[in-house]
């Protein structure tokens, strides 16, 4: 007899696949079936089986035949029947009359670093648990049933709505929802801008394909692209997947020397928050970029990274406030909430809307819609502002206390881009990255050198150093994490000379 499906679903509440088949009749097959479920750990202990009438009809056996192969199987202790409780699976993971097996040695877990001082992700056990589900509850009863049908590919307008408001207020964004198209987070926004756009085809078959429509580069936007001389390997990489070449741009206390653009289409900055080196870009080099803008029909890809975690600083705006036509706007929730909502956002001019909705498709993974309702009612009801708050307060302390322990035993280390975001940058006297980093990981402290984030095309001049991200260990882990990184840190008093970058 070939595989069946069973589904008896109306009756028990699973379905139940078996392949019920072999020599020595239909009883012996279902008997075989079954102990091999049991065997496998497909079916698990306490697992209720379907009454006789039900599987004997899903298999097309008598009922006679089910109800014998269930009296041999309890008989045998794989199963156990009680009335009014129907036949379940053992609790034991052998049967009775069987000896017992040897036992199988667990494969050793995988240990990761004791301590983590990466950069780039929040404390996770401080994700609003509370005031999410309440949203995400209020969201779900207020839905129209529209939210779950195919969706929309610029995003749900609650969310689109919410935002336009919040970033207004928060980071002086100037922008209207229909200029707002939901992503899945920076990446996946870099990947609409530059990755050329995919339309369906069919095949003979009518299975739906994908082809290009474009070559290699030719997406809304197009190369050469500058970036900053420091800045996300996984981001060049990303871009140089899609055929786009990038040129770097020095940079300084002031951040990138927006002075030498050139002939590049595009130019992507992190005006607020310099990644990795950290500090504001200065006033005058935000207007400098504007004007170059206009006058090489050109745009800004802004990278709105920690904007809103500032501590000893005023808070910065958007460059997108100065022009809104001329600027793309970028954000997430990946550092505010949580990288796993996957939830981010493009504020575009009105020119590149078409384009951008062209690139993601119309049956693109799209951010999950509950989700996008869940985090417009967090923002409209004040509760988003409330966890950045309360996260502001939470990471400025870190910060002090990272300050604090390299103060009392690593003097000679000095500390930079410490006003804002969620990492700091520990410089470190010529030639001593390597082996601090690798001292760092004996001492089981995971954290990335400053070398790791160096554009391979600068001819900035290296700087020894390390990212240190201060927000992913719990609060209880946290001192031990900074012990462990004070042991790894070279001994010696002397420190390089000032620093290239602010």
């Known amino acids: ?6 589904n008896s679903a109306e009756r028990i509440g699973a379905d139940l696949h078996l392949a019920v088949e072999g020599p020595g009749g239909r009883r012996a097959a279902l008997i075989r079936a079954l102990r091999e479920a049991v065997r496998s750990g497909r079916l698990a202990p306490g697992t209720r089986l379907p009454p006789y009438r039900s599987l004997a009809a899903d298999l097309g056996v008598a009922r006679n035949t089910v109800a014998d ?21 053992a609790e034991r993971a052998e049967p009775l009359r069987h000896a017992e097996r040897t036992p199988v040695e667990a494969p050793p877990r995988a240990r990761g670093p004791r301590h983590d001082l990466r950069q780039g992700t929040p404390d996770a056990s401080s994700f609003p648990r509370a005031a999410w589900l309440a949203s995400y509850r209020r969201a779900i009863q207020q839905a129209p049933n529209e939210v779950f049908g195919p969706g929309d590919p610029t995003g749900r307008r609650e969310l689109r709505e919410a935002l336009t408001e919040y970033l207004a207020r928060a980071r002086g964004v100037r922008t209207e929802p229909d200029r707002i198209v939901i992503c899945s987070g920076f990446a996946h926004a870099l990947r609409l801008l530059f990755t050329p756009a995919f339309t369906p085809a069919f095949t003979s078959t009518s299975v739906p394909t994908s082809v290009p429509t474009s070559a290699p580069g030719s997406g809304v936007l197009r190369g050469p692209l500058a970036v900053e001389a420091y800045g996300l390997d996984f981001h060049r990489e990303l871009l140089a997947a899609a055929g786009v070449r990038t040129t770097p741009l020095p940079l300084d206390a002031d951040g990138a020397r927006v002075e030498q653009l050139g002939r590049e289409r595009a130019v992507l900055l992190t005006p607020a928050h310099q990644f990795p080196t950290g500090g504001p870009l200065h006033a005058s080099r935000r207007t400098a970029v ?18 809103e975690f500032r501590y000893d600083r005023k808070p910065v705006g958007a460059v997108q406030g100065l022009d809104p036509e001329r600027v793309i706007y970028v954000g997430s929730v990946s550092k505010s909430l949580s990288p796993a909502l996957r939830l981010g956002w493009l504020v575009l001019p009105e020119r590149y809307v078409g384009g951008v909705l062209a690139a993601k498709g119309e049956r693109e993974a799209w951010a999950s819609v509950p989700d996008q309702l869940a985090l417009a009612d967090l923002i409209a009801s004040g509760a988003y502002d409330r966890h950045v708050r309360r996260m502001r307060q939470r990471y400025r302390g870190r910060r002090d206390r990272l300050v604090e322990a390299l103060a009392a035993h690593a003097p000679h280390v000095e500390v930079t881009g410490v006003a804002a975001g969620l990492h700091a940058v520990l410089r470190l006297p010529p030639g001593t990255e390597r082996s601090t980093v690798r001292a760092a990981a004996r001492q089981g402290v995971a954290l990335d050198g400053l070398a790791a984030f160096r554009h391979p095309a600068t001819d900035m001049a290296p700087q020894d150093g390390l990212v240190v991200g201060y927000a992913t260990p719990s609060e209880h882990a946290y001192g031990a994490a900074l012990d462990a990184l004070c042991r790894a840190l070279p001994a010696t008093e002397h420190a390089a000379g000032s620093p290239a970058y602010g």
């Not at 007899?1 to 069973?6: E, G, K, L, N, P």
């Not at 041999?72 to 379940?88: I, K």
């Not at 006058?295 to 800004?300: F, W």
């Open 1 to 6: 007899m070939a595989t069946s499906w069973v």
């Open 290 to 307: 504007i004007d170059w803008a206009r006058a090489r029909g050109g745009v800004l890809v802004e990278d709105d990274y920690d904007g």
């Open 69 to 89: 192969a269930y009296a041999e199987l309890v008989a045998e202790g794989w199963l156990t029947a009680r009335q009014g409780s129907g036949t379940r699976v």
